[in-house]
């Protein structure tokens, strides 16, 4: 993979979120939200490789795929005008899909367009996957991380916003109530990942999205989250009771354990 060909999907991605500019204007807020998301996760992605030293060919490859790992979002929300997977399709396997409709990656070698490919697939599964058919786990690690470190961003500037201005489809449709699903606490406070399908709140879904410290691949990663705080953040958005601020602080604490 070379700086050129990095540039030639970079003017694909940016053609292809163009073709979606006829939504309507909630619809354009949505899809706004994901292209944005794309170019920050690129950052991040750019970020995390530097402090874990990959070098020029393999960097351009992780960023490749951190362009890409999202471009089934765009014919999801057109289609089912939504991003709840369960309520449409798996978005990483309708990236998949894209990559190959439009055959992005023709140029690499099968090995590689495999560790792609595998990579934006398994990027949004609950756990990494037990096997691999492409070589090394590494550029799906690394995905996951990129997103997340996102991810954080996204909710947080999203419970910035005034409830009118906020994009429909963030917060999947979860009511915005005072309580805590007592399940994704448990979860939370015995240092799991908070599954989505227990999650009925915003609240809950605050909680799985401080749960993901559990699943970050990365030092780098870890350092970034510390340095931006956005746990602390999350967290100052939640209900101020004792049980769910032990099990945030639980999942701080396990920040600087690295
Ligand atoms: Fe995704």
Redesign the pocket.
């Known amino acids: 993979m070379t700086a050129a060909d990095f540039a030639r999907l970079e003017q694909w991605f940016s053609q292809f979120t163009a073709g979606f500019a006829d939504l309507d204007p909630e619809g354009l807020r949505n899809i706004r939200l994901k292209e944005e998301h794309t170019r920050r996760v690129v950052a991040c992605m750019a970020e995390i490789d530097a402090g874990e030293g990959l070098d020029a060919p393999q960097t351009l490859k992780a960023l490749s795929i951190a362009l890409l790992?999202?471009v089934g979002?765009f014919p999801q929300y057109r289609r089912w005008r939504t991003f709840r997977d369960s309520e449409s399709d798996n978005?990483?396997r309708l990236s998949v899909e894209v990559i190959r409709k439009e055959r992005l990656l023709s140029f690499l070698s099968e090995e590689e367009q495999l560790e792609i490919e595998e990579a934006v697939r398994f990027?949004?599964l609950l756990e990494l996957p037990q096997r691999f058919a492409s070589s090394s786990d590494r550029f799906t690690r690394l995905i996951r991380d990129a997103?997340k470190l996102d991810i954080w961003w996204v909710f947080l500037e999203y419970y910035r916003q005034p409830q009118e201005e906020r994009a429909s489809a963030v917060g999947l449709g979860f009511p915005d109530l005072p309580e805590v699903t007592p399940a994704c606490l448990d979860a939370l406070a015995a240092g799991e990942v908070v599954r989505l399908e227990q999650a009925r709140v915003l609240n809950d879904f605050k909680l799985l999205q401080i749960s993901w410290v559990y699943d970050l691949n990365f030092s780098t990663t870890r350092c970034l989250l510390r340095e931006r705080a956005y746990l602390e953040q999350l967290a100052a958005t939640l209900p101020d009771s004792s049980q769910v601020q032990a099990a945030v602080r639980r999942a701080v604490t396990s920040l600087e354990v690295v």
Do not use: G, L, Q, V
């Open positions: 790992h999202d979002r978005h990483a990027h949004n997103d």
